[in-house]
């Protein structure tokens, strides 16, 4: 039996962090923590001095990163992307894809299916559809060419693949109620994202089978004055209804500290989760020029000032973040604990996917899905089901 021992490390609980504490795996699952000193035979000690130990981050929206997106559809952009992401604290994602074609979709979940298993740098829990079921008016940097309402038969054989596990689409398309219903009886999370809905077409949405917002205020309707009346949009509903729990792009540039503050406020720790929203870019320098989507036939992106951007500098293409910026930003901007910024990565997620029972908090018996950071949250060290997959020597 494999056995590690975390001594002085920083622990970080669901409501509370312990100081000066441990924490032992065996057999890839949390067989113990506490704060008293102890002795383990055959374990592996490492000493962290005071660094933090928190659960792995669940990454629920990631297109890529190191040079790799999913849409390249080969193994080794898999395994490239899963591997960047672990090295920031990440150990369990979605494989995320947007507006495509539909054979490069296809091919994306193919190869999903193909490469899960043989990933071992972090769990592939599912596919994350973002798209192509979205809003003109609201598509951001969707390529309008692959945009269309809803197609329940097309659904059908993305489903037929048995991996995909979210379908981000706009409710207020032709259809989407009816697919809504039809993806949450299917088990599939479903998440209003590019949408140009109005408040009431979004409230409607959360009894349809919606139960999340993609990238809350990106590529979304806001309040508008039309007929001299301010009309509340899907910003305000996904920030004032309770089904609806609140994905953002915490990478301290799609949205602003006073904007985090406003989501923590309306929403509460246990209804945000953080997400970085990658794109091949994370990881890349500055002034590097990327494909938003497969190379063939993704659009291009700038990195510049920490955030891709369309070529003309009008609009944001993604980000370039990955786990540990996404808690760094979050402790400066909205000044919580440290366990409820981590419940945000780990446990919200953990419990929108139903996972919850084995990943996404210390607890014994749960998966050794663990990410070490250093006191100012850089990472340090990943361990997925208890081996360690990333170490800074």
């Known amino acids: 039996m494999k056995k590690i021992l975390f001594k002085n ?12 504490a441990y924490l032992l795996v065996a057999d890839g699952k949390i067989a113990d923590f506490g704060v008293k000193d102890i ?12 660094d933090w130990l928190t659960p792995g981050i669940i990454e629920t929206h990631a297109h890529g990163g190191g040079g790799f997106d999913f849409m390249d559809g080969t193994a080794e952009a898999f395994e490239g992307i ?16 947007l507006a495509g074609k ?45 945009i269309k309402d ?4 097309e659904l059908d054989l993305f489903l037929s693949y048995g991996c995909v596990k979210r379908v981000s689409m706009a409710p ?11 993806l949450a009886d299917n088990g599939i999370i479903v998440s209003a994202a590019h949408t140009d809905a109005s408040f009431d077409v979004m409230e409607e949405a959360s009894k349809n089978g919606f139960t999340l917002t993609t990238h809350l205020y990106s590529g979304m309707s806001g309040v508008h004055i039309a007929d001299c009346k301010r009309h509340a949009g899907a910003i305000e509903a996904g920030l004032c209804l309770d089904a609806l729990c ?11 500290d006073g904007i985090l503050r406003l989501i923590y406020k309306c929403k509460g720790r246990n209804n945000i989760i953080l997400t970085s929203d990658a794109s091949r870019g994370s990881g890349l320098p500055e002034g590097t020029i990327i494909k938003l989507g497969s190379l063939e036939n993704g659009l291009d992106a700038l990195i510049l000032n920490g955030v891709a951007n369309r070529p003309d500098m009008k609009a944001f293409a993604g980000s370039v973040a ?11 901007a909205v000044k919580i604990p440290m366990w409820e910024v981590m419940g945000m990565a780990t446990a919200n997620p953990a419990r929108l996917l139903g996972i919850d029972d084995k990943k996404g908090k210390i607890a014994v018996g749960y998966d050794a899905d663990l990410a070490v950071f250093t006191k100012d949250i850089y990472t340090r060290m990943t361990v997925v089901n208890g081996e360690i997959t990333y170490e800074v020597k």
């Open 102 to 146: 539909t054979d490069e979709t296809e091919n994306t979940l193919k190869v999903f299916c193909e490469t899960q298993s043989k990933i071992k740098c972090c769990n592939m829990l599912g596919v994350h559809l973002e798209g192509p079921y979205f809003s003109l008016a609201q598509k951001g940097a969707q390529d309008p060419k692959y």
């Open 82 to 97: 899963a591997k960047h992401h672990n090295e920031h604290g990440v150990t369990t994602m979605l494989a995320t894809t």
């Open 39 to 50: 002795h383990v035979e055959d374990a592996r000690v490492i000493d962290l001095g005071g």
């Open 172 to 182: 207020e398309l032709n259809g989407a109620m009816e697919v809504g219903r039809y």
């Open 150 to 153: 809803p197609d329940k038969k």
């Open 322 to 332: 990955s786990g540990d910026r996404l808690i760094r930003t979050e402790l400066n």
């Open 246 to 256: 609140a994905e953002t792009i915490c990478d301290g540039v799609h949205l602003p």
């Open 9 to 20: 490390a920083h622990l970080v609980l669901s409501d509370t962090a312990l100081e000066n």
